[in-house]
């Protein structure tokens, strides 16, 4: 059923028309700007459908439970970990990959990880660059984090703030001072930004953790 005319009707009769067999569906993911077709066992997760069936590997598989981020990926703009989200669920959204952040060229973030050396084994590097650039717009709308002090106020992205927001996202070669002054190169180079993008005085050099 066409998603304008499930909205409308409130129906979902997707499932009886996508019904292959068994517990396999056919269904439509709109991935990096792209739409595919593909046919899923009900219980794929993205990430397995990303890579097993589209052959998009930019989100990595690394625990399989959804507590190292290297299988970060946008959806609808918002960071969701692939390894936890089932494929089924996301017909009909925009999911987006490292591969896809930017249509004309490199991402300012990528091109950051890259002046400031913000990785070495570079497995986890696409989760840390979508995950950060969902990290820029949540905090851009105003959502506090566990060490945000003023919730009633503009988000202050001190090198603190920036840590507790990216610590769902390891990095088992250390890479996380750089991490953080990429993201730092990146606040600094945006005047637009509706954050406040604050250095923290206790970590001059923007140290991770």
Known sequence: MDHLERRRTGRDTSVARHKVGGMEMRITLTVD????????????????????RLGNYAPKKGCDHGQCGSCTVLVNDRRVTSCLSLAVAQEGNDVVTAAGVSADGIHPLQ????????????YCT?????SAIGMLDEAGAGAPSHVTEDLDGHVDLTDEEIRERMSGNLCRCGAYPNIVAAIRRV?????????????DPATPEGAGR
């Open 33 to 52: 700007g792209a739409l595919h077709g593909v046919t899923v066992d009900t219980r794929t997760t993205l990430l397995d459908a990303l890579r097993d």
């Open 111 to 122: 091109q950051a990880f890259i002046d400031d050396d913000a990785f070495q084994c570079g």
């Open 126 to 130: 696409p989760g840390q660059v979508c």
């Open 187 to 199: 606040l600094d180079a945006d005047t637009s930004s509706t954050y406040t993008a604050g250095a």
